[in-house]
Every structure is written in structure tokens, then in C-alpha cells.
């Protein structure tokens, strides 16, 4: 059994990783903000150990780690990855000075592994699976903090010998989402036999279900030999673009409904090509996914269906179907 400590642990993919360390045996601890988001982990208040501190609040985080003194460091904490997430000064605080003060205070107080949280979002726009190796081209200020963090922690994993390698996630899918993303509400509206509004057919992502990233997540932790600093990129290494999806929907859902193409407007970082190259991670750490799109998707709306009082919460969340409701993508 390890302790583990996790920040953003009421977030999505945060919680998700949560419940998967409980459920294996691990001691689990979340670092949370005084106003964080409860209904993701209201259910695990016997199970989850919860210490309010501000990541920017470096003698507080200090003290913290040094009662916990976890084996495991799991950073998920991040802002801006969503389209209403604006304030660059939070950005940089969360994703940048957050980061250097938890690596700091691991540092100071010792961890077997801590591992980083990338997106990529990183490379830019591509017209092809980018390597991690390759040049990044940030494409928003949220990229750019996330960029910084990953440089400043590979930087600190080759000159400390901290087991620090970073998951860059692509687009992660799953129970416990935030409910407006395109495939929670594809499965809600889908449920009433109906879809939601839709951008051009052609925008494509990797969606990569949460229960493989969960798997990286371990697999990144627990793995003595690594390249220091290590960076893996965490997709399925499948394109999917949103004509596919809305297919797989309608075919697993039974949708009549036909689709609405342009019915909703495209989004800035909407793009045709977006898709990783997953040959490293797969090598380094033997991961590789094991959930297609379809079969994660199956997954999600079996659980949403088993769950009455979440899928409520889901259907309020999105709210009624209305010609502009907003269905995003990350």
C-alpha cells in the first residue's frame, strides 16, 4: 500500500484517479482549495483524507507534505483548461507557481515518484501526431503555463534524480466528466433521444477514456526505470472527429434524431487534425489503451444510466434541449 497524495482530486480525471488508488488498497490524500467542488467525491467523506491548502501558499504546502510524507504525488491541479477559465494571473498561479511549490516542497521532505499533469495542448495545432520530443508550440496561455510547468519539471528531474516524468493527456472521457463537455452531453441528449446542436463534422479530437489515463497514472508512479524527466503523451492514438462520434451515439443509443451540422459555431481551438503518438509510453511503460471510442462510450452511458441521481444532476447541469445549448470539447 502506498499514501498517496493528489491535488485537483475533486476534479475530473482527479477523482477518477482517487477512487481508482482506494480501490486498490492505497491511503489517499487530496490537497483541495477552501471552496472546492464536493459532489464528484461526496460519497468517499469516510474514505478520502482531505487537507485545505492553497498550492500558491508555499509554507502551508510545505507543512503539509511534511505530515503527510506521501510515496506517491499525483498533480492534476490546473486552470484554464476550460473555455470559461480566462484570468491569466490565475493561470500562471495554478499551473505554473502551484507546480514549483509542490515539486519544492516533495523535494524537500522526499517521495518515491511525483507525477505531472501535461495536456496537449502543448504541441499546438499539428498536422500530425507529434512526438514528444518535438518543438512545442503553445497555442492559448493556458498551453503556455502548462508548457512551463512540464519544462520546469523534467528540468528538476535531471538535476535532483526525482522520479518526475509528465502525462500529457489528450482528450479524456468518462464518468465523473464535467457534464456540458461533447460526450456527457452527447449520452444525456442521446438519452432523451434527441442531439444537441453540433459543430462542423470534420473537428476531430483523441478521446482517450479516463480508466486507461488512470492506468498511465499508475503505471508512471510505480515504474523504477525511466528516463529522468520523462514526458509520455496519453491519447488513444486514434483520431475521432465529432461526425464519428455523433455516429457512435446515435448507433449505441438508438437516436433517430438526425444530426444538425453547424448548428453551434466552431471554437477557436476547433481543428481538423488532433491526435497522438503514443509509441513511448507504450515502449517505456508497456501502456497502451484498452478502451476504443465506442467501448468507453458503452461504458459511460451504462454507468450514467445505473446512476439516477447523478443523471439528473447531469440532465440539470446541461439543462433542457434548446437550438444554442452548449455542448464543449476540451
Not at 524537500?108 to 505531472?116: L, T
Not at 520523462?230 to 464519428?244: D, K
Request: proline share 6%; charged share 20%.
Amino acid at each position: 500500500m502506498k499514501r498517496a497524495v493528489l491535488t485537483g482530486g475533486t476534479g475530473f480525471v482527479g477523482a477518477s484517479l482517487a477512487r481508482r488508488l482506494l480501490r486498490e488498497g492505497h491511503e489517499v490524500h487530496l490537497l483541495v482549495r477552501a471552496e472546492h467542488a464536493r459532489w464528484r467525491i461526496a460519497d468517499l467523506a469516510d474514505d478520502l483524507r482531505l487537507h485545505v491548502v492553497d498550492l500558491t501558499d508555499q509554507a502551508a504546502l510545505d507543512a503539509a507534505i511534511s505530515r503527510i510524507r506521501p510515496d506517491w504525488v499525483f498533480h492534476l491541479a490546473a486552470y484554464g483548461a476550460y473555455s470559461w477559465q480566462t484570468d491569466l494571473d490565475q493561470m500562471l498561479q495554478t499551473n505554473l507557481h502551484g507546480t514549483v511549490n509542490l515539486v519544492r516542497a516533495c523535494l524537500r521532505h522526499g517521495c518515491e515518484a511525483f507525477v505531472n499533469t501535461g495536456s496537449s495542448s502543448e504541441y499546438g495545432c499539428k498536422d500530425h501526431p507529434p512526438a514528444e520530443a518535438e518543438l512545442v508550440e503553445p497555442n492559448s496561455h493556458y498551453a503556455v503555463t502548462k508548457a512551463a510547468a512540464t519544462l520546469f519539471c523534467r528540468y528538476t528531474a535531471q538535476s535532483a534524480g526525482l522520479r518526475l516524468p509528465t502525462l500529457r493527456l489528450y482528450s479524456v472521457y468518462g464518468p465523473w466528466e464535467e457534464p456540458n463537455r461533447l460526450v456527457p452531453t452527447l449520452i444525456v441528449r442521446g438519452l432523451q433521444g434527441r442531439l444537441p446542436p453540433l459543430v462542423n463534422p470534420a473537428v476531430a479530437r483523441d478521446f482517450v477514456y479516463v480508466e486507461d489515463v488512470n492506468d498511465a497514472y499508475l503505471l508512471a508512479a510505480s515504474r523504477p526505470e525511466q528516463e529522468p524527466g520523462a514526458v509520455y503523451n496519453v491519447g488513444s492514438g486514434v483520431q475521432t472527429t465529432i461526425r464519428e462520434a455523433v455516429e457512435v451515439a446515435r448507433r449505441v443509443l438508438g437516436i433517430p434524431e438526425e444530426p444538425a451540422w453547424g448548428t453551434m459555431p466552431d471554437r477557436g481551438w476547433d481543428t481538423r487534425v488532433w491526435v497522438s503518438d503514443i509509441r513511448k509510453i507504450h515502449q517505456a511503460l508497456g501502456w497502451a489503451p484498452r478502451h476504443d471510442f465506442e467501448a468507453g462510450f458503452r461504458q459511460f452511458a451504462a454507468w450514467l444510466q445505473a446512476h439516477s441521481t447523478l443523471r439528473a444532476f447531469y440532465e440539470e447541469r446541461i439543462g433542457p434541449p434548446q437550438p444554442q445549448a452548449d455542448a464543449s470539447l476540451t
